[in-house]
Nanobody
Framework: QVQLVESGGGLVQAGGSLRLSCAAS????????MGWYRQAPGKQRELVAT???????NYADSVKGRFSISRDIARNTVYLQMNSLKPEDTGVYYC?????????WGQGTQVTVSS
């Protein structure tokens, strides 16, 4: 099993910044991808950004140029730097890790962007 613990969510005004962190523990060997998804009220969970073990990054079109994902392999932690936040970025942000064919999820952290 892999345990994922997110931190860094909160309330911020539009145009502001937040940095999310996700620390992985447990059976972390062979984790390939890590990343972030989000879910707004009444909407489906959607991909925000992912990063592979070799540093390849993928972003949703809606966050390109504003969000940046990074990964500290030694600390088993993935980060999401969110700049120029918009009210439509509001939602619960979930950390995710892929190991083999199994995905693991954190409990989620709330991000609220006020206009």
């Amino acid at each position: 099993q892999v345990q994922l613990v997110e931190s860094g969510g909160g309330l911020v005004q539009a145009g502001g910044s937040l940095r999310l962190s996700c620390a992985a523990s447990g059976s972390i060997l062979s984790i390939v991808d890590m990343g972030w998804y989000r879910q707004a009220p009444g909407k489906q969970r959607e991909l925000v950004a992912t990063i592979t073990s070799v540093g390849s990054r993928n972003y949703a079109d809606s966050v390109k140029g504003r969000f940046s994902i990074s990964r500290d392999i030694a600390r088993n932690t993935v980060y999401l730097q969110m700049n120029s936040l918009k009210p439509e970025d509001t939602g619960v942000y979930y950390c995710y890790a892929l190991r083999g064919a199994t995905d693991f999820w954190g409990q989620g952290t709330q991000v609220t962007v006020s206009s």
